[in-house]
């Protein structure tokens, strides 16, 4: 696609569930970054990828948090033991460059994830 | 104290009006500066850089103060279609992060 696809659009939880959600960004965009934004707030910075590693974590809240990007592509954010602070809308961002210089971030509809 | 500090608002403002908004940063270091919008329920989109020199397109002037660490978006002959919520963004030297403010919310009236 032309744009930065998340799936799912939406995910309903229990408490205590592990969670997956999916990030297909920019084709030839090297640099892919992780938000959470809760409601009336902006986003809030979790990750960061330059390839396939990663680059800058220090956003991730906590040890339930975890993402990959194992062939520089496609990422996914893992939650695990979830809990009902977790639920927000998780954005996706590519970007075409990365390191030193800093371009335009390109977002995904979101996953608008819900911890009952 | 947040890195990057807006006032949330909302600003409601009748159609033709100029309207400002301010956005301060904490760190003295930061390099990069934009202006992205958000409308309701859907994602972030890049309005505009701010550059130094201050910049404009269109209706919309982004100026700069690095000795006040603050940066400004202004807005005029404000549209119907402007109502959405601006969100500044700093770059921090030395990081690759985005740093994201609360946004400022922005209501045009008929």
């Known amino acids: 696609g032309a744009g930065v696809s998340q799936t799912p659009s939406n995910k309903v939880t229990e408490k205590g569930k592990y969670v997956e959600l999916r990030c297909d960004p920019i084709s030839g965009h090297t640099a892919l970054y992780w938000y959470r934004q809760s409601l009336g707030q902006g986003p809030e910075f979790l990750i960061y990828?330059?390839?396939?590693?990663?680059?800058?974590d220090s956003g991730l809240p906590n040890d339930r948090f975890f993402a990959v990007r194992p062939e520089g592509s496609v990422s996914t954010l893992k939650i695990q033991r979830t809990e009902r602070g977790d639920s927000a809308v998780y954005l996706c961002?590519?970007?075409?460059?990365?390191?030193?210089?800093?371009?335009?971030?390109?977002f995904g509809e979101g996953s608008r994830l819900t911890v009952l | 104290r947040k890195e990057v500090e807006q006032d949330p608002g909302p600003f409601n403002v009748p159609e033709g009006a100029t309207v400002a908004f301010n956005c301060t940063y904490s760190?003295?270091?930061?390099?990069?500066f934009f202006w992205y919008r958000q409308d309701c329920r859907k994602e972030p989109k890049l309005l505009m850089s701010?550059?130094?020199s201050g910049n404009e397109d269109g209706r919309f002037t982004a100026q700069l103060n690095r000795a006040s660490q603050y940066i400004s978006l202004l807005i005029r002959d404000s549209k119907l279609s402007d109502s959405a919520t601006y969100l500044c963004?700093?770059?921090?030297?030395?990081?690759?992060?985005?740093?994201f403010g609360t946004g400022t919310r922005l209501k045009v009236l008929a």
């Open positions: 760190n003295s270091a930061s390099q990069s």
């Open positions: 961002a590519s970007s075409r460059t990365g390191g030193e210089s800093i371009g335009e971030l390109f």
């Open positions: 963004v700093v770059n921090p030297r030395g990081t690759y992060k985005y740093i």
């Open positions: 701010v550059y130094s």
């Open positions: 990828f330059q390839g396939t590693g990663a680059a800058d």
